[in-house]
């Protein structure tokens, strides 16, 4: 494999071809299933997909409402007409012969998204990445290549199904850009139900057009090379640093790059030259005349505006302002919608809680609470859920690949057992315990604590009694603390912990054995 070397001399121009399956039941002109996790070959198929003679096609309606709220989404103009087009090329994939897509009437042109990025100083900034277009068209099928065989074969289950087309403007300047530009993106399709936006099923696809010019030059290079095969946000982050740099290089060698289309090798980490990229022209566009021209009423678009939920960029603000979380928390939130709506109902959950409920001095730190009425909220609570969701509900997840709302742990039950931890009634590993068993079989927290026996010693008489028995059996131990070795401490706390077979409270321990060993 060549390395090539980015440099400063040359900066780089990057815009995306994104497509997204949309997440209707049925495809976009046909009432053939539209299902992504289909695994038999050619099941998903009929008439109208494989172009049999005598066949005409409708519009999916749901396809139709659902591009133009991703096209409002994206602060795009939607005018009052659009139409459909015939794009020809002859692939295997595509039964006509040509594609039904949009060309010159898209359902929505000239919008933008606004992305977070770090400036050379290291200092946030936002960047306003251009959306060209969103348009509809219908997807391919799907070629094998059989390993060894001398022939391939073909899977019309994806052909037919909606697909949106969102293209950019050449703004972006580096893979990083990218990156953030595609998670942003990709969340505020799925914060819309327009798609589950899976790199891995094929339900998003993304395409950079890549190329490099002088810094200072404003005119667009005379060249750009396409990447295809990419199926994860970080190996189109490296496919165009890749190219950044292979452009970069031959530019300097006094070469021009071919406007090609590139391959991600995703296992050499380079891209391999695919074909010679078309033009508009070698497509030969013409309007689709078995389909009527959409019209779009302000009454639907006012309709269609109200029926937005609240995006990623305005959740992010909000959770930061409300619950004041770490910026890494809330954008890993953010990134798994399911999540950022199974957090909220744990935070009402927490919200409802009374102040005698918890024993203040568990909170710590400068929020430990804020009386409202009689009532609290705490942004220490708030943080212990938050660390609970990113770490150990996170990882069941993901073991399991399923989402919050499928697991047997209901956020009022996740808020109880929160409730249990502050309330010092049970320890840190007792409540990982409690919380594998809440995964697997469900219940209540407090049944289940209750059931293994695995209630936190508090009582202050039990804990002394414990405190003095270990200190008379650990002479040398406390002799060291009492002359400056820390460490000896830390022993004296696990063997406490020890005689009270791990039910004991830390905090309360440390308190005890402190006042005991300074006590002459």
């Not at 497509?19 to 998903?44: G, I, Q, Y």
């Not at 919008?111 to 990025?117: A, H, P, S, T, V």
């Not at 290089?249 to 071919?258: A, I, V």
Request: with cysteine; glycine share 6%.
């Amino acid at each position: 494999m060549k390395e090539f070397k980015s440099s400063k001399e040359y900066q780089p121009v990057i815009g995306f071809e994104i497509h997204v399956e949309l997440a209707t039941k049925s495809k976009m002109f046909s009432p053939a299933a539209n299902n992504p996790d289909e695994k038999t070959p050619n099941v998903n198929i009929d008439e109208i997909v494989t172009a049999q003679p005598g066949t005409l096609p409708v519009a999916n309606k749901e396809a139709i409402r659902l591009a133009a709220l991703v096209g409002l989404a994206l602060n795009c103009t939607i005018d009052e007409w659009s139409k459909f087009d015939r794009k020809h090329y002859f692939y295997p994939d595509l039964p006509k012969g040509y594609q039904i897509s949009q060309y010159d009437q898209p359902i929505s042109r000239a919008g933008y998204l606004d992305i977070e990025i770090l400036d050379i100083k290291g200092q946030k900034k936002t960047k306003r990445i251009g959306i060209t277009r969103a348009h509809l068209e219908e997807d391919a099928g799907k070629n094998i290549h059989p390993e060894g065989l001398p022939y391939s074969l073909v899977d019309y289950n994806r052909a037919g199904c909606a697909l949106l087309e969102i293209v950019t403007e050449p703004d972006i300047e580096s893979g990083e850009e990218a990156k953030a530009f595609l998670t942003e993106l990709r969340n505020i399709i799925r914060y819309l139900g327009a798609s589950d936006c899976d790199m891995e099923k094929g339900t998003m696809r993304c395409e950079p057009n890549i190329s490099v010019r002088k810094p200072g030059e404003t005119t667009l290079p005379k060249y750009k090379c396409e990447v295809k095969n990419i199926n994860s946000f970080k190996f189109a982050e490296a496919a165009i640093n890749y190219e950044i740099a292979r452009h970069t290089e031959m530019l300097k060698e006094g070469k021009m790059p071919k406007q090609v289309t590139m391959g991600w090798n995703e296992k050499e980490g380079v891209t391999v030259e695919q074909r010679v990229k078309e033009d508009a022209n070698d497509y030969r566009y013409f309007p689709e005349p078995d389909l009527p021209v959409l019209q779009f009423t302000k009454e639907y678009l006012d309709k269609l505006r109200s029926q937005i939920p609240e995006l990623p960029a305005q959740k992010r603000k909000r959770f930061l302002e409300e619950f004041a979380l770490p910026e890494a928390d809330v954008e890993n939130i953010i990134n798994w919608k399911e999540l950022a709506s199974y957090f909220e109902e744990v935070v009402s959950e927490i919200q409802e809680w009374k102040l005698v409920d918890i024993d203040p001095s568990r909170l710590g730190g400068a929020d430990k609470r804020a009386e409202v009425d009689g009532n609290w909220e705490i942004n220490g609570a708030i943080k212990q859920a938050v660390n609970w969701l990113l770490g150990d509900f996170s990882a069941l997840l993901n073991a399991k690949l399923i989402n919050p709302s499928d697991s047997r742990v209901n956020p009022e039950n996740f808020a109880e057992l929160m409730k249990l931890i502050l309330q010092g009634k049970i320890s840190g590993s007792a409540a990982k315990t409690v919380f594998k068993v809440m995964f697997e079989k469900g219940g209540e927290p407090l049944s289940i604590v209750n059931d293994l026996g695995l209630h936190q010693v508090s009582d202050i008489g039990a804990i002394e009694t414990a405190i003095d028995k270990i200190i008379t059996a650990n002479v040398k131990a406390v002799t060291d603390y009492k002359t400056g070795n820390e460490k000896s401490f830390g022993f004296l706390v696990g063997q406490t912990m020890k005689e009270l077979k791990g039910k004991g409270n830390p905090q309360v321990i440390n308190e005890l054995l402190k006042k005991k060993l300074i006590t002459p």
